[in-house]
C-alpha cells in the first residue's frame, strides 16, 4: 500500500473542500498510476431551467450570495455561465484554480465551507474525471479564466459511483456548485536549472511529462535533513503556513521504491506548509515558486520511531518537489 500526502500531515486538520471532493472519486487515497488525463474534448454542459434558476449576485472571487428554490429537483446537469471571462480556455486535462461554493440542492445548506473567495486561497483541480468528481469538472472545463459558472446536477450525476454519504447526500439529493475560474498554473517547475548537488540522488525528468525518476547512491542515508536545488525559479517566495501546490514525488532510501506521487495520480498537490512532516515543510519554506527541490528526510524530521505504512521507523525518504504556487 503507498502512503498518500494526506498521511504526511503533522496534525489531524479539516481537508481543503476541493481535496475533499476529490476524495470522493475514489475508494482509496494511494496513488494511480492509471489517473492521467482523460482523452475525451470537454462536454460543455448547456443550460436549462435547473441551472438558470439558481441567482448568484457579488463581485467575482468574492463570496457569492446564491439562493434559489428548495427542493431543487434536477434530472440532469446543466450548467449556466454566471459571467464569460477573457482569459485562456481551461480545456481537457488542465489544472486549474477555483474558487467554490457547494450546496445540497434539497435542503439549500452548504455542503461544506467554500473555499478560494475574499483573497482566500484558490483550490486547484485537474479537469479529468478520474482525479476529481464528474460535476466538479463539468462545472469549469473549456471555461475561460475569468468566468463565473453554476452547474446544477442529481448528487448521483454529480459524484458518479461514490459513497454519497460522506457529505450528507443521498440518490435523491440534488447538487448545487457556483464556482470562478481564477487561473490555470504551470504544472512543472520552470526554473533555471542547476548542476546537480553531490552525494545527493541522481534525478532524470520525464521529456513529456516532467516527472522524476531518482536513483539512490550507493551510501548510507544520511543522518539529517538535506535539501538542495534542481532547479531555481524566481516566482514568490514560499513563507511558513503559505498554501502552496506542488507536483511531488517521494522514494524510500533502502530500496528506491516509489511511495507517494502527485504525478501517478495525474494532479498537483495543494496544501499548508504546516501541515506536512517537519522535513518537508523545511523543503518548500524559503523557497520560491518555479523552483525545483529535491530533500533527504530521514525518520527525525518524517516519521520518526512511529513509520508510516510501508515507511519503517529506520527508512529515509527522498523527495522532488516542483513549487508551482504559494498564497497566504
Do not use: H
Not at 476529481?132 to 459558472?149: D, K, M, N
Not at 450528507?168 to 542547476?194: M, N
Not at 512532516?277 to 533527504?296: D, M, T
Amino acid at each position: 500500500m503507498r502512503t498518500s500526502l494526506k498521511a504526511l500531515t503533522a496534525s489531524a486538520t479539516a481537508a481543503l473542500l476541493v481535496a475533499g471532493l476529490a476524495a470522493c472519486s475514489s475508494s482509496s487515497s494511494e496513488p494511480s498510476s492509471t489517473a492521467t488525463p482523460g482523452a475525451a474534448a470537454c462536454q460543455n454542459v448547456k443550460s436549462g431551467s435547473t441551472s438558470d434558476s439558481v441567482k448568484v449576485s457579488g463581485d467575482y472571487q468574492k463570496t457569492p450570495k446564491v439562493t434559489f428554490a428548495t427542493p431543487l429537483k434536477a434530472t440532469d446537469l446543466q450548467r449556466t455561465v454566471v459571467t464569460k471571462g477573457d482569459g485562456e480556455e481551461a480545456k481537457e486535462g488542465a489544472t486549474v484554480d477555483i474558487a467554490l461554493a457547494a450546496y445540497n440542492g434539497t435542503t439549500g445548506k452548504e455542503l461544506t465551507a467554500a473555499q478560494g473567495f475574499d483573497g482566500q486561497a484558490a483550490a486547484t483541480v485537474q479537469l479529468n474525471d478520474k482525479a476529481f468528481v464528474p460535476g466538479l469538472v463539468r462545472a469549469v472545463e473549456c471555461l475561460t479564466i475569468g468566468s463565473r459558472v453554476v452547474l446544477t446536477a442529481p448528487a448521483k450525476d454529480a459524484f458518479g459511483n461514490q459513497d454519497l454519504s460522506q457529505l450528507s447526500l443521498t440518490e435523491k439529493d440534488s447538487v448545487v456548485f457556483v464556482a470562478d475560474v481564477v487561473d490555470i498554473p504551470p504544472t512543472r517547475a520552470d526554473g533555471k536549472d542547476l548542476a546537480p548537488t553531490a552525494g545527493f540522488p541522481t534525478v532524470k525528468l520525464n521529456a513529456k511529462t516532467g516527472e522524476p525518476s531518482i536513483t539512490i547512491p550507493k551510501a548510507d542515508a544520511p543522518t539529517e535533513t538535506k535539501i538542495a536545488l534542481l532547479k531555481e525559479g524566481d516566482g514568490e517566495t514560499v513563507q511558513a503556513g503559505d498554501t502552496v501546490t506542488v507536483q511531488y514525488k517521494g522514494v524510500l532510501w533502502r530500496n528506491g521504491e516509489m511511495f507517494d506521487s502527485s504525478w501517478s495520480r495525474g494532479a498537483p498537490a495543494s496544501f499548508q506548509t504546516t501541515g506536512v512532516v517537519p522535513g518537508f515543510k523545511k523543503a518548500l519554506e524559503g523557497q520560491k515558486v518555479g523552483s525545483q527541490v529535491i530533500a533527504i528526510v530521514p525518520p527525525a524530521d518524517g516519521y520518526g520511531s512511529a513509520g508510516s505504512g510501508e515507511i519503517k521507523a529506520t527508512d529515509t525518504m527522498v523527495f522532488v518537489i516542483d513549487i508551482l504556487k504559494t498564497s497566504r
